[in-house]
């Protein structure tokens, strides 16, 4: 069992940076593929980044690329998404997710077995 908690949302303008955190419970946490998804209002879940066990692989939307970049600390369980130059558009609840998708799953939600609650963000115009 793995639980997940998220944290790192908010206000921000159009152009501003924020930084997400995921902190992953469980003696196996390190061992999963951690991956980000948001869902705006009235939209279905959407695939925004992942990041492998050993962080040696990555992957990010194409719309994401070159603006958010995902790492993480297996020594503190947590991974993190840093988002910079924020559009309106980004505006969603982002969740963080713990699976073992293999590669051609990476970027769907149902390659994933646990899920935390979710952060707010929301960019201002």
């Known amino acids: 069992q793995v639980q997940l908690v998220e944290s790192g949302g908010g206000l921000v303008q159009t152009g501003g940076s924020l930084r997400l955190s995921c902190v992953a419970s469980?003696?196996?946490?390190?061992?999963?593929?951690m991956g980000w998804f948001r869902q705006a209002p009235g939209e279905g879940r959407e695939f925004v980044s992942a990041?492998?066990?050993?962080?040696?692989?990555?992957f990010y939307a194409d719309s994401m690329k070159g603006r958010f970049t995902i790492s993480r600390d297996n020594a503190k369980n947590t991974v993190y998404l840093q988002m910079n130059n924020l559009k309106p558009e980004d505006t969603a609840v982002y969740y963080c997710?713990?699976?073992?998708?293999?590669?051609?799953?990476?970027?769907?939600?149902?390659?994933?077995?646990?899920w935390g609650q979710g952060t707010q963000v929301t960019v201002s115009s």
């Open positions: 469980g003696r196996t946490a390190t061992t999963y593929t």
């Open positions: 990041i492998n066990p050993s962080a040696g692989s990555t």
């Open positions: 997710a713990a699976g073992r998708p293999p590669y051609s799953t990476t970027r769907y939600t149902y390659a994933y077995t646990y």
